[in-house]
C-alpha cells in the first residue's frame, strides 16, 4: 500500500515511520468479512512471549467472566502500580496478549509497573454496550482484588490504544457515573470514539495510511449493527456520545496528524476542558495510525512513547 495519491489535500506521513510500515512482511488489508475472518485466525503470543525472558511473571485469571492476562515485575516485594489495558482492534480484532506484548517493554518495564490486560468480548459476537461492559467488569475486578496480585489499586491507570481506546474512554465515564471503581488517571492512545465517522480527518483520510474511513465505517458497522449513526446510540457505545465529559481523572490522549480518528480525538480533548476537567493532548505531525507501534525506533516513535512514560510517571508521583 502506498500513500495514494489523490486531489484530497492531507498532511505528509513521516516518512521514517512510512518507510517502516511499507517494509514490513505483510500490507495491511482493507476490512471486510474475509479480513475478518482470517484476522481472527492469527495466532496470540504467549506467556511466555510476555514475560520478557522472565522479566515477568505472567499468569491468567477469570474476572466475573472476563479472561485477564496478569503481567507483573518478577522478584518484587509489596504492591506495584499497574495499567489496565484493553486492547487495539477496532473493537473487532485482536486479544488481551497481542495488546499487552509491545506495552509491557515500552511503557510497563521501564516504570516498574505491571500490565492487566483484558480479554473483552469482539464484535460482531457481540454488539455494545456489552464490549464496555465485560471492559468494566474486568477494570471492578481488577480494583477490589488488586492487594491479592501484588498490584496496587491507588496507582492504577485505565488504559486503552485504538478500538480499546474509545472502550477505555466509556470505561471512565461508566466508573464516574457508577460510583468507581477510582482510577489514578486514564491513557488513551489514538482511541476509536465516535462511531459517526464525519469529521474532516476521517474524509482527509479515505483511502490512505493505517485504519482509513472504510475501515471505520466496518468496524463501527459491527459494534453497533442498526443503530450505527443514528441517534439511539449512548456513550457505553461510543465515548464521543456522552453529554457530560466532567469528572473524569486526569487524561492523556494522542492522535497523529494523519489519521481518521484525529479530529475526534482533539475534539473530546477540547470538551475535557471546557468541563473544567485536565486533558494532556498530543497530535504528532506525520503520524498515522498505529505508527509509535509500528516504527517504535523511529524518531516520532521513540518520542511518542517517551512522552507516554513521562506522562504516566507523573501520574504516579501524585500519590
Not at 505528509?12 to 518507510?19: L, R, Y
Request: glycine share 12%; net charge negative; aromatic share 8%.
Amino acid at each position: 500500500m502506498t500513500e495514494a495519491a489523490t486531489d484530497v489535500c492531507r498532511p505528509p506521513f513521516d516518512p521514517e515511520c512510512w518507510a517502516a510500515y511499507e517494509a514490513m512482511p505483510y500490507e495491511m488489508p482493507r476490512m471486510s468479512d474475509a479480513v475478518l475472518q482470517a484476522g481472527r485466525q492469527q495466532p496470540e503470543p504467549s506467556l511466555a512471549d510476555l514475560s520478557l525472558g522472565g522479566a515477568y511473571e505472567v499468569s491468567e485469571v477469570t474476572a466475573n467472566g472476563v479472561p485477564l492476562i496478569v503481567a507483573r515485575p518478577s522478584g518484587v516485594e509489596g504492591v506495584v502500580p499497574v495499567l489496565y489495558l484493553l486492547h487495539p482492534g477496532g473493537m473487532i480484532l485482536g486479544g488481551r496478549a497481542s495488546g499487552a506484548l509491545p506495552v509491557l517493554p515500552l511503557l510497563a518495564q521501564p516504570l516498574g509497573m505491571a500490565v492487566v490486560s483484558a480479554g473483552y468480548r469482539l464484535a460482531p459476537d457481540v454488539r455494545a454496550p456489552q464490549l464496555a461492559e465485560d471492559a468494566y467488569t474486568g477494570l471492578s475486578w481488577l480494583a477490589e482484588n488488586a492487594a491479592d496480585l501484588g498490584l496496587d489499586a491507588e496507582r492504577l491507570i485505565l488504559m486503552g490504544i485504538s478500538g480499546g481506546g474509545g472502550l477505555a474512554a466509556s470505561c471512565g465515564l461508566m466508573a464516574r457515573d457508577r460510583g468507581g471503581p477510582s482510577v489514578l488517571a486514564q491513557l488513551l492512545v489514538y482511541p476509536m470514539l465516535d462511531d459517526r465517522n464525519d469529521t474532516v480527518s476521517s474524509s482527509q483520510m479515505a483511502g490512505a495510511g493505517i485504519w482509513h474511513q472504510a475501515d471505520n465505517e466496518y468496524a463501527w458497522r459491527q459494534v453497533l449493527g442498526e443503530r450505527h449513526g443514528s441517534d439511539d446510540v449512548t456513550y457505553l457505545d461510543a465515548a464521543a456520545r456522552a453529554e457530560d465529559v466532567s469528572g473524569l481523572p486526569p487524561t492523556f490522549l494522542d492522535a497523529g496528524s494523519c489519521e481518521t480518528f484525529r479530529d475526534e480525538i482533539v475534539d473530546f480533548a477540547s470538551r475535557i476542558w471546557r468541563a473544567g476537567g485536565t486533558a494532556d493532548l498530543h497530535v504528532w505531525g506525520g503520524g498515522f495510525h498505529g505508527f509509535d507501534l509500528v516504527a517504535p525506533e523511529a524518531p516520532l516513535g521513540a518520542a511518542s512513547w517517551q512522552t507516554k512514560r513521562d506522562w504516566v510517571s507523573r501520574q504516579l508521583a501524585r500519590v
